[in-house]
Structures are given as structure tokens and as C-alpha cells.
């Protein structure tokens, strides 16, 4: 076990991450949502500018000692299964009532990913078929904080801005 890096793109510096009740169903439910991708925090913190309309597109960088993972309540999800697309249809659509997790990590739908699940949710793709679409997929990871418990573990390092361009 050691430290690793995480990285969470917002429209501001996010040196005290917080729980914050969401405005939409997200995959994973509520919580604070961070990636091992830097690149992927860099583009999410651009639709975030954008979608606030803020002048500033910013990536916090956050560390984190692996030992929250053997002391916190964790569910991973290794690839995008049946398991992991239950979840996510679950959250997006407000219905999950299964156990609660202090940090949730698993692949991360991007917007290719969302339309197949989208699809899926409305009915025009079948299980068999959204699963089988989802393994040609590059999935991107994400680590999911959604307890205050999961949150104190993690420790806030520096923040940038994404220079456009």
C-alpha cells in the first residue's frame, strides 16, 4: 500500500472537498468524484466551465494512502459488467437502495459510454448488446467518495488551471 495521486476537474480550487447533494443522478450516486486520469480531470473541468459559464477551468490535485481502501467500506467494480451497469442504471435513474459504500471506484462512463447506456435504459438496446458495445468502450476510472468517513482520507496537494488550446 502506498500514496496515490487523485484528480478532480471543477470551474474552482476544491481545497476542502465536501458532500454535496446533486442536482442530477450521477453514475455512482452522490459523492466526490475523482479519477487517476489527469487528462480525463482536465476534460471534465472544461465542461464544467462551460456548463457554469466560469472563465476558469481548474483540475485539484488530491493524495490519498491506500490503507482508506482496507479501512473504509469500498465497492470496485474491475470492468463494465452487469454488475456495473445495474449500478450505474440504478443511480441514473434514482433507484438504488442497495448497501451503502464509503468510496465506490470503477470505470467512468464518457460520452460514447452514456449514449450506449442511455439506449439501454430507454429500451432500444438490449442487455446482451449494451454489454458487448461497452468492451469495444475505452473507460476511463473513477474513485467515488461518498461518506465523510472516505473524505478524510483525502488530502488536498495543489490545484491548476486548464489553459485552453
Same mark, same amino acid.
Given at each position: 500500500?502506498?500514496? $496515490?495521486?487523485?484528480?478532480?476537474?471543477?470551474?474552482?480550487?476544491?481545497?476542502?472537498?465536501?458532500?454535496?447533494?446533486?442536482?442530477?443522478?450521477?453514475?455512482?450516486?452522490?459523492?466526490?468524484? *475523482? *479519477?487517476?486520469?489527469?487528462?480525463?480531470?482536465?476534460?471534465?473541468?472544461?465542461?464544467?466551465?462551460?456548463?457554469?459559464?466560469?472563465?476558469?477551468? $481548474?483540475?485539484?490535485?488530491?493524495?490519498?494512502?491506500?490503507?482508506?481502501?482496507?479501512?473504509?467500506?469500498?465497492?470496485?467494480?474491475?470492468?463494465?459488467?452487469?454488475?456495473?451497469?445495474?449500478?450505474?442504471?440504478?443511480?441514473?435513474?434514482?433507484?438504488?437502495?442497495?448497501?451503502?459504500?464509503?468510496?465506490?471506484?470503477?470505470?467512468?462512463?464518457?460520452?460514447?459510454?452514456?449514449?450506449?447506456? *442511455?439506449?439501454? $435504459?430507454?429500451?432500444?438496446?438490449?442487455?446482451?448488446? *449494451?454489454?458487448?458495445?461497452?468492451?469495444?468502450?475505452?473507460?476511463?476510472?473513477? $474513485?467515488?467518495?461518498?461518506?465523510?468517513?472516505?473524505?478524510?482520507?483525502?488530502?488536498?496537494?495543489?490545484?491548476?488551471?486548464?489553459?485552453?488550446?
Amino acid at each position: 500500500m502506498g500514496i $496515490i495521486h487523485l484528480y478532480h476537474g471543477s470551474n474552482m480550487i476544491v481545497d476542502k472537498p465536501v458532500l454535496l447533494a446533486q442536482n442530477h443522478t450521477l453514475d455512482f450516486g452522490s459523492g466526490f468524484y *475523482t *479519477t487517476t486520469n489527469e487528462s480525463q480531470a482536465r476534460s471534465f473541468s472544461e465542461k464544467v466551465r462551460l456548463r457554469r459559464k466560469s472563465s476558469k477551468a $481548474i483540475v485539484n490535485v488530491y493524495s490519498l494512502d491506500e490503507k482508506a481502501f482496507e479501512e473504509c467500506c469500498v465497492l470496485e467494480f474491475k470492468s463494465a459488467n452487469g454488475q456495473w451497469l445495474d449500478f450505474v442504471c440504478e443511480n441514473r435513474n434514482g433507484s438504488y437502495n442497495g448497501e451503502k459504500y464509503d468510496i465506490v471506484k470503477g470505470p467512468v462512463a464518457n460520452d460514447d459510454v452514456y449514449r450506449c447506456v *442511455t439506449l439501454y $435504459i430507454s429500451g432500444l438496446l438490449t442487455r446482451t448488446a *449494451t454489454l458487448e458495445a461497452l468492451k469495444v468502450k475505452r473507460l476511463y476510472n473513477q $474513485i467515488v467518495f461518498a461518506t465523510e468517513k472516505a473524505l478524510g482520507f483525502l488530502c488536498f496537494e495543489k490545484s491548476f488551471e486548464v489553459q485552453n488550446g
